[in-house]
């Protein structure tokens, strides 16, 4: 087995991954935006949470 025939399959997924974003066009690029925005949110709560749950060393 060489280097290509391990690189092509990824290659495709790619390529296919791409075409399926321009079809989806500005409609699929909100939904992905608005999904990144509301796991950032949310991280930012969680580590507000660790924040106050957190024992000074002293």
């Known amino acids: 087995m060489n280097l290509q025939e391990i690189l092509a399959p990824i290659e495709d997924l790619f390529l296919w991954s791409f075409s ?9 690029n909100f939904l992905l935006m608005a999904i990144i925005a509301l796991a950032l949110v949310y991280w930012t709560f969680k580590l507000i949470g660790f924040q106050k749950e957190e024992a000074l060393n002293r």
Do not use: D, M, T
Request: net charge negative; aromatic share 12%; charged share 10%.
């Open 20 to 28: 399926v974003l321009e079809a989806g066009g500005n409609v699929f």
